[in-house]
């Protein structure tokens, strides 16, 4: 499947726990021999993006993305206290028509706690609250959280990805599996970041900036003197106009990992619903209009190439002005070098919401991250019978 002359790009959405359904998407496509070019994420996908161009294993990137995954849920701790469950039964019960036996399930009471967890805990592997006895002694602003600008510090990420990432790969000439692409903001000037390992050396840090969302309450990361940046998914959660500003005369391939879906079947039933939406809304891909703006372009450059041909074949080069044929000649060059490439195809993998929660981006449960994975990989086998 994979062509020299088209590049086969994997974009990933952020979305907290959710990232384990694009390591799913990885993984099947790694398993039908699908080679990834360019591999581009903001937030979670930004990290996701970072262990694949970067994976220890070159031969099995996506193992490595799997296990990274794995020891996340498996060093999360999960309140399993009976009493937590059985308010939040009541909770919901008091608020629904039980007639219609939409009374909460077990994943979704399991979830809930999962979420609880990680906000009172953390996961030592990712992301520790600030509050914990052991930050009193290097934290100078401990006792005093009126000064706070953060809650969770995600630093842990740092010592977690070193097992996975070979980072001398993500820099010019470092051989990456995937040419890596990670996304960010500068807090300053609410400009967009983009972080390219053919352009610059990848370090950690560019991947706590990429992964700094503050509505987590994760702190902002300077990445450079004087550029302070948080989570590209502030602007836009699908990198896909870093994509081709990156690369812009090479026909692509896009497999698009959707977190969030951008439709549904329904209206939502209740505030809880109105709030999921609402965010999933806000982080959904946005990027249809760009797509058509750069096959629209690609379909300009093509008529103004074959008019030039016409005019350079069938006019008699002595009734046109040479200069002026020669300045359309290098505007259309010029244009093409910026705008060139060709949008062959694009495979958006959707992840399904058999019932919508506002937390299930929170939920770092071994339960739920198996399956995640595992329905990220299902959801792509399907569409790569269909290609």
Do not use: M
């Given at each position: 499947m994979h062509n020299d002359a088209i590049e086969n790009v994997l974009i990933l959405q952020g979305g907290g726990s959710l990232g384990a359904f694009?390591?799913?998407?990885?993984?099947a496509l790694?398993?039908?021999?699908?080679?990834?070019?360019?591999?581009?994420?903001?937030?979670?996908?930004?990290i996701n993006a970072a262990i694949i161009a970067g994976s220890m294993d070159k031969e099995h990137p996506e193992r490595t993305l799997e296990e990274f995954w794995l020891e996340l849920a498996e060093n999360s701790i999960n309140v399993t206290n009976p009493v937590l469950g059985w308010l939040y039964d009541k909770s919901r019960a008091s608020s629904i028509d039980i007639?219609?036996?939409?009374?909460?399930?077990?994943?979704?009471v399991n979830?809930?706690?999962?979420?609880?967890?990680?906000?009172?805990?953390?996961?030592?592997k990712f992301f520790v609250p600030r509050w914990r006895a052991d930050y009193a002694l290097k934290d100078p602003q401990y006792f005093n959280p009126s000064k706070?600008?953060?809650?969770?510090?995600?630093?842990?990420?740092?010592?977690?990805?070193?097992?996975?990432?070979?980072?001398?790969k993500l820099q010019p000439n470092g051989h990456p599996n995937a040419r890596l692409i990670m996304t960010a903001v500068n807090i300053l000037t609410s400009e967009p970041l983009?972080?390219?390992?053919?352009?610059?050396?990848?370090?950690?840090?560019?991947?706590?900036?990429?992964?700094?969302?503050?509505?987590?309450?994760?702190?902002?990361?300077?990445?450079?003197?004087?550029?302070?940046a948080w989570d590209g998914s502030l602007l836009s959660n699908?990198?896909?106009?870093?994509?081709?500003?990156?690369?812009?005369?090479?026909?692509?391939?896009?497999?698009?990992?959707?977190?969030?879906?951008a439709k549904v079947d329904k209206l939502p039933d209740n505030l809880i619903e109105v709030y999921h939406r609402t965010r999933d809304i806000q982080f959904s891909d946005k990027s249809q209009h760009n797509i058509k703006m750069s096959k629209a372009i690609t379909r300009y450059l093509k008529y103004i190439e074959v008019l030039y041909q016409i005019i350079d074949k069938n006019i008699d080069p002595s009734k046109i002005d040479k200069k002026q044929l020669e300045n359309i000649r290098h505007t259309y060059t010029k244009m093409k070098s910026k705008r060139g490439a060709e949008i062959k195809g694009i495979f958006r993998i959707t992840r399904d919401e058999l019932f919508p929660h506002y937390y299930e981006n929170t939920d770092f449960s071994v339960e739920t991250i198996r399956k995640s994975i595992k329905?990220?990989?299902?959801?792509?086998?399907q569409i790569l019978e269909k290609i």
């Open positions: 694009g390591c799913g998407v990885f993984k790694a398993n039908n021999h699908i080679k990834i070019d360019i591999v581009a994420g903001t937030s979670i996908g930004g007639s219609k036996n939409h009374l909460p399930t077990t994943d979704e979830s809930l706690l999962s979420t609880i967890s990680s906000v009172i805990y953390g996961n030592d706070w600008t953060y809650l969770y510090d995600h630093s842990p990420l740092v010592t977690t990805l070193a097992k996975y990432i070979d980072y001398n983009t972080f390219d390992s053919s352009r610059q050396k990848i370090t950690s840090k560019h991947i706590l900036a990429t992964s700094g969302y503050p509505s987590y309450n994760f702190p902002w990361v300077e990445v450079e003197e004087g550029i302070y699908t990198p896909f106009d870093e994509v081709i500003d990156a690369s812009p005369v090479i026909d692509k391939r896009l497999f698009l990992v959707e977190n969030y879906p329905d990220g990989e299902s959801k792509t086998n």
